[in-house]
């Protein structure tokens, strides 16, 4: 079954702008991770927030994580056109000693110039 | 020094053939997977494997049959494909400690398109 439930579906916004995503998810959790795909691309692992952490900052990211409400966020400040792109969470959990990752539906950003 | 690559790019046949795709990475990793995302961008894992030993089977139909000769190749035949087979498939790696904390990230190849006429 689907883990991950992201809203919104698609973005659009202004070069300069916030862009904030939100995860919802149904299990427990050892880490949530955010990905990156272009268009025609593979995905591109940009943070890992693990079940113990609240928040975690690189560059312009910052996730959050609130286990209680099994949810997280992405928010990309000062957005550029270049971070176009589906954004993705995936939860990891443990599957027989080894970690599984079960990725959300994605949500579009489209960033204008 | 592509990571994790995978041929061909695109797959274009018919139903009911059989076909290959072929997925290495060269980044020592013990752990590979196989990803299906189909037409509404949902990623989903297929299978998975840690030193050539298969550790997740998701209910995939058996006519999807991965193979690992070696912890750096993770091959996928097809039997008998089907309309329903035509999406994206993506191979990915990562480095696994069985039992440890889980917090390495897994690395994605480009990706094979197949289309099943």
């Known amino acids: 079954s689907q883990q991950g439930e992201e809203d919104p579906q698609a973005l659009s916004i202004q070069e300069g702008e916030n862009a904030t995503m939100n995860c919802s998810y149904k299990?427990?959790?050892?880490?949530l991770q955010w990905y990156r795909q272009n268009s025609g691309r593979g995905l591109v692992h940009l943070i890992l927030?693990?079940?113990?952490?609240r928040e975690k900052h690189s560059g312009r990211l910052r996730v959050t994580l609130d286990t209680s409400k099994k949810s997280s966020s992405l928010l990309i400040t000062a957005s550029r056109a270049a971070d176009t792109a589906s954004y993705f969470c995936?939860?990891?959990?443990?599957?027989?000693?080894?970690?599984?990752?079960?990725f959300g539906t994605g949500t579009r950003l489209l960033v204008s110039p | 020094d592509t990571a994790v690559s995978q041929t061909p790019k695109y797959l274009v046949t018919q139903m009911g053939n059989d076909k290959s795709i072929k997925c290495e990475q060269n980044?020592?990793?013990?752990?590979m997977y196989w990803y299906k995302q189909d037409s509404k961008k949902f990623l989903k894992i297929m299978f998975s494997y840690n030193n050539k030993e298969l550790i997740i089977n998701e209910t995939v139909p058996n006519r999807f049959s991965p193979k690992s000769p070696d912890k750096a190749h993770l091959n996928l035949h097809i039997n008998s494909l089907e309309l329903g087979d035509s999406a994206v498939y993506f191979c990915a790696s990562s480095q696994e400690v069985p039992g440890a904390h889980p917090t390495d990230t897994q690395y994605f190849g480009p990706g094979t398109r197949l289309t099943v006429l």
């Open positions: 299990t427990s959790i050892n880490n």
């Open positions: 927030i693990r079940s113990n952490e």
């Open positions: 995936a939860t990891g959990t443990m599957n027989t000693g080894f970690q599984k990752l079960v």
């Open positions: 980044l020592g990793h013990d752990t």
